[in-house]
């Protein structure tokens, strides 16, 4: 439970400290080795802090990662004093996984969701088709009895013959 309070802890401390170096005003650039505390020194976003000798130095852009010679990373500060520099790495590694993997996650869901959408399934179309074919054998069947039964009602004469409208009267 602590490690999550400080990994969250950690990205809503960097989220501060980006904040307050978009929104500050840009101060007359002093060189870093004036600086004396940690706070004075990550006001400028260009310094370094060092804890094994409670240095200010400029921080080495060449680099992505300032390295050992400089300071050790586990005693570097950059953005905010209590935060080192390995756990910021981590932080924002973590942070980056777990987007990446979200993004990842629902990209797949939604491929696939519009994937199944679009056609319909093999299932659906054996149904279909044999639902067509009942209905057809059936249609079939109907039309057969009808025929039949036109045949007896014609035998016994429940039904006039068409070509001779009197029969009945003939009959009687």
């Known amino acids: 439970m602590l490690k999550r309070s400080s990994g969250c ?3 809503v401390a960097l ?3 980006a904040a ?4 500050a005003t840009p101060a007359p650039k002093a060189p870093c080795k004036t600086f004396t505390t940690c706070d004075s020194c990550l006001s400028n976003v260009s310094c370094l802090w060092c ?20 300071c050790p990373l586990s005693e570097a500060r950059w953005g905010v004093c209590w935060v080192n520099f390995e756990a910021l790495i981590i ?3 973590v942070v980056g996984g777990v987007l990446l993997l979200g993004i990842t996650v629902c990209c797949c ?3 696939c969701r519009c994937r199944r959408s679009s056609r319909p399934d093999r299932v659906e179309e054996e149904y279909a088709r044999r639902r067509e074919e009942i209905k057809q054998r059936s249609d079939d069947r109907k039309a057969e009895r009808r ?4 045949e007896i009602r014609k035998k ?6 068409s070509d001779h409208p009197y029969s009945r009267f003939e009959n009687e």
């Open 9 to 11: 802890a950690v990205v």
């Open 156 to 161: 016994y004469g429940l039904i006039p013959d």
């Open 15 to 17: 989220l501060v400290a």
């Open 51 to 70: 804890q094994t000798n409670l240095s200010c130095t400029e921080y080495p852009v060449a680099h992505l990662l300032p390295p050992a010679s400089i």
């Open 109 to 111: 869901c939604c491929c």
């Open 20 to 23: 307050a170096a978009l929104s």
């Open 147 to 150: 025929a039949r039964h036109d």
């Open 91 to 93: 932080a924002m590694a």
